[in-house]
């Protein structure tokens, strides 16, 4: 079971780049990563996957080292509107997953 | 619409009696499972099934059971809920174990007194 470590919280402000990373130091071979974001009150939503190197997407893009024991997700540009709790989440679906404790962004004007 | 439904979104009761929480997707997913949410400890998983009649345990199955008679649902049970039991609860599906996303139900907070 991967395990996971992340910043509890991040600040930035609007238009900026934002990146945060993950630790996920005993990742299986057949292990993806995925991250999702969540709003208060409402269930997570899946933003991006990958299994090594760049992955981008309309949304953000994910990055992740040869040695796949980190990954850093980079939101370009953000707005107010992505405020909100972001998870790494290995994936492998035979397995039992775990979500980290997540990081709280702040998005301030 | 495709999407994860939850009933009852809240509910109260009381400790041991006896209480179901469903779950039913539209997807025609294989893979489901059932998430607790509590302050500071982010989502743990419960209960996993990764097809009709396969359910497997996650990280904190102690005090629920779970069923998949059929694909489009997966009830969690709780047979005599306990005050430690009072947490948000997620259930997600997602198209295969080989299709990463998974999408969420709306949650249902249950407070156990």
């Known amino acids: 079971l991967a395990k996971t470590t992340q910043p509890i919280s991040m600040d930035s402000y609007e238009g900026q780049e934002v990146n945060i990373t993950c630790s996920h130091n005993?990742?299986?071979?057949?292990?993806?990563i995925t991250w999702y974001q969540q709003f208060p009150s409402q269930g997570p939503r899946f933003i991006i996957q990958?299994?090594?190197t760049k992955v981008t997407n309309e949304v953000a893009s994910l990055f992740i080292p040869a040695d796949r024991k980190s990954s850093t997700l980079s939101l370009p540009r953000v707005s107010l509107s992505d405020t909100a709790v972001y998870y790494c989440l290995p994936w492998n679906a035979g397995n039992m997953l775990t979500f980290g404790g997540g990081t709280r962004l702040m998005v301030k004007p | 619409e495709a999407q994860v439904t939850q009933n009852p979104r809240y509910l109260i009761t009381v400790t041991g009696k006896k209480l179901t929480v469903t779950c039913s997707q539209n997807?025609?997913?294989?893979?489901m499972s059932w998430y607790r949410q509590d302050p500071g400890l982010g989502l743990r998983q419960i209960y996993y099934s990764m097809n009709v009649e396969v359910t497997d345990k996650g990280d904190v199955p102690e005090g629920y059971k779970v069923s998949r008679k059929e694909k489009r649902n997966f009830p969690l049970i709780l047979e005599s809920p306990s005050p430690n039991q009072t947490s948000l609860y997620f259930c997600?599906?997602?198209?295969?174990?080989?299709?990463?996303?998974?999408?969420f139900g709306p949650g249902t907070r249950l407070t156990v007194t």
């Open positions: 990958g299994y090594k």
């Open positions: 997807m025609n997913h294989e893979y």
């Open positions: 997600a599906s997602s198209l295969s174990t080989r299709d990463y996303e998974q999408y």
């Open positions: 005993n990742i299986a071979t057949n292990d993806y």
